[in-house]
């Protein structure tokens, strides 16, 4: 089954405590990209990458890393998590045509204390 | 830059026609897009529209004036599955096909 997995799905942390939130497509998509979605402000891009070892800031990339050493792997790192981290975090990927279309992978919802 | 507005919420009844809207200033377009996002899951692709003009896809239609920096969604014979959020998205000239930016979505209440 195509899908987008994200890894782990909740999480509640605390402030400076390193994390990394997974995220694994089996499409073969060349790009991916993280956002982060919070009440009425919609989902707002982190990082995006348009291939392998290739990767650019979104909207709202501090505070945040990225790295894309697989094709099927773009992990998002916070490596200083603070209280306005929190939120809903969506992973997802496409094929790069002209659709447009994005695959999303289920969310995780991070709170940090 | 890109500013994206839809309005915040819209109620309807099933069976009945809606038509949600968005409006967009953009300094580079390449195409407007359509999703669905029920509550607490991912969005879903739902259409897009790049040249001026409707798109009909089933009880669903996307509507574009690159002109106006308008589109709308229509959505026909209401389903009370249809509870949603809708999400207009532009996407720039610039970051490849599948750079989004999306608008903070219309959530739509169906009622009996």
């Known amino acids: 089954e195509a899908q987008v997995t994200q890894n782990p799905r909740y999480l509640i942390t605390v402030t400076g405590k390193k994390l990394t939130v997974t995220c694994s497509q089996n499409m073969n998509h060349e790009y991916m990209s993280w956002y982060r979605q919070d009440p009425g402000l919609g989902l707002r891009q982190i990082y995006y990458s348009m291939n392998v070892e290739v990767t650019d800031k979104g909207d709202v990339p501090e505070g945040y890393k990225v790295s894309r050493k697989e094709k099927r792997n773009f992990p998002l790192i916070l490596e200083s998590p603070s209280p306005n981290q929190t939120s809903l975090y969506f992973c997802?990927?496409?094929?790069?045509?002209?659709?447009?279309?994005?695959?999303f992978g289920e969310g995780s919802r991070l709170t940090v204390l | 830059g890109q500013n994206i507005d839809q309005p915040t919420e819209m109620t309807a009844t099933e069976g009945a026609i809606v038509q949600i809207n968005c409006t967009y200033q953009?300094?580079?377009?390449?195409?407007l897009f359509w999703y669905q996002q029920h509550a607490g899951e991912a969005p879903t692709f739902l259409s897009y529209?790049?040249?001026?003009g409707l798109e009909e896809k089933g009880r669903f239609s996307s509507f574009l004036s690159r002109s106006k920096g308008y589109s709308y969604l229509l959505l026909k014979e209401l389903q009370m599955k249809d509870s949603a959020s809708y999400l207009c998205a532009v996407r720039p000239l610039s970051g490849g096909y599948n750079k989004l930016i999306f608008g903070a979505g219309t959530r739509l209440a169906v009622h009996p």
């Open positions: 997802a990927s496409g094929k790069g045509d002209n659709t447009g279309e994005l695959f």
């Open positions: 953009t300094s580079g377009f390449n195409g």
């Open positions: 529209n790049v040249l001026d």
